[in-house]
């Protein structure tokens, strides 16, 4: 066990809606990094966040988006679902953004 | 933005047998170079890590190699198990920002 926890682990849900991903990181760690993993595309770094503030920035599309709250915890929101964001969703914690990270389970999205 | 490869996509390797992986990347900026051991279901887990001011690491059975000049980095495993089956990936790094991820390898130990 990493000591990342992802919330919720499945989530089924239809075209055009939103939902969130939720992320605890590990205790202590500042720097919050969310991935996503899909059949085509494999590993994808979305966004990073260090202490409450955007970090760095990937391949994220416009529909979705993330923050950091004051108490580390972080939300990846997905919107106007399509079919193609199905795919695995990792978070990921690290210390402070010049160390390794460790990552979580996943929540794996299903949009139908 | 930096490009990672990764070959072979598939390697079954008789138990005992050592296995190789090989990734190149574009960018002569990253300086950092994880890999993570994926197994079916789980998220991906750290194994080994080198930073771009050392040539080679090793941590029992895992070893990774540094090539600057050449931009490329392995991964070795010697005496491998059935546990050792799993989805490896490596992945490249300037100063821990974006994280760009090789394709993946699937390892399959044979008993």
């Known amino acids: 066990d990493s000591g990342v926890t992802q919330t919720p682990k499945h989530l089924i849900t239809a075209t055009g809606q939103r939902v969130t991903l939720r992320c605890s990181p590990r205790?202590?760690?500042?720097?919050v990094y969310w991935y996503q993993q899909s059949l085509d595309q494999g590993l994808q770094f979305l966004i990073q966040?260090?202490?409450?503030?955007?970090?760095a920035k990937g391949n994220i599309l416009e529909r979705f988006s993330a923050q950091q709250f004051p108490d580390l915890h972080s939300e990846l929101n997905l919107s106007s679902l399509e079919l193609g964001d199905s795919a695995l969703y990792f978070c990921?914690?690290?210390?402070?953004?010049?160390?390794?990270?460790?990552f979580g389970q996943g929540t794996r999205l299903t949009v139908v | 933005g930096e490009n990672v490869e990764q070959h072979p996509s598939t390697l079954s390797v008789q138990e005992g047998d050592s296995a190789v992986i090989k990734c190149t990347y574009s960018?002569?900026?990253?300086?950092?170079f994880p890999w993570y051991k994926q197994e079916l279901g789980k998220g991906p887990q750290l194994i080994i890590d080198?930073?771009?001011?050392?040539g080679e690491k090793k941590d029992q059975r895992i070893a990774v190699t540094l090539n600057k000049t050449a931009k490329h980095f392995s991964l070795h495993i010697t005496e491998t198990q059935p546990e050792d089956s799993a989805v490896y990936f490596c992945?490249?790094?300037?100063?821990?920002?974006?994280?760009?991820f090789g394709s993946g390898t699937k390892l399959n130990v044979k008993p």
């Open positions: 990921a914690s690290s210390a402070d953004p010049n160390t390794e990270a460790f």
């Open positions: 205790s202590g760690d500042l720097s």
């Open positions: 966040y260090y202490n409450g503030e955007e970090r």
């Open positions: 960018d002569s900026a990253s300086n950092y």
């Open positions: 080198i930073r771009s001011n050392v």
């Open positions: 992945a490249a790094s300037h100063n821990f920002n974006k994280f760009y």
